[in-house]
């Protein structure tokens, strides 16, 4: 019988942003929690119960249900490594100069628009809801600014200026 031979996993070399705050780290914690407690024990029992039914070349139930525990092995060893290196976001407060964590109101020069975002690391990321990344263009280009200053960002076709009129 012949081994079958895997595949590399193209997330195993992704660059993982450690800051987050401390709300996403203990959320990521309950999370691990659950898998381990739960869904770990619930996978190894079904793949128990698989092994039972026979020839395990012959077994699709079996190699499925094993190729799920490995895959939740694998979230858990990730998240895990995740919280080890975990930076938690401590914003200065009252600070005149943009920083991870700080509450940033810009005004787009071009057509007047305001919004404000907050600004931080990649894993808790939601434009929509007004949250960017710190390694985003506007977010790299907010850092370590101040208020009333006006910042250009290169897009793929045109420049756009914002100025900062609030930090929080």
Avoid: C, W
């Amino acid at each position: 019988m012949q081994v079958p031979i895997r595949k590399g996993d193209a997330r195993m070399f992704t660059k993982v942003d450690p800051a987050m705050t401390e709300e996403k780290y203990y959320e990521l914690q309950k999370k691990v929690k659950f898998m381990k407690e739960v869904k770990r024990p619930r996978e190894a029992e079904e793949v128990k119960r698989l092994a039972l039914m026979g020839d395990f070349s012959e077994n699709t139930g079996y190699q499925i249900a094993k190729g799920r525990l490995r895959g939740l092995n694998q979230r858990i060893l990730e998240m895990e490594d995740l919280l080890g290196k975990a930076e938690i976001i401590r914003p200065i407060k009252n600070s005149n100069t943009v920083q991870l964590g700080s509450k940033v109101t810009i005004e787009n020069q071009e057509n007047g628009k305001i919004k404000t975002y907050q600004i931080l690391g990649s894993t808790e990321t939601n434009p929509g809801n007004g949250t960017i990344s710190h390694s985003s263009p506007l977010g790299s280009a907010l850092l370590s600014r101040q208020k009333n200053e006006t910042i250009k960002i290169n897009l793929a076709n045109k420049e756009v200026y914002y100025k900062i009129l609030e930090i929080e």
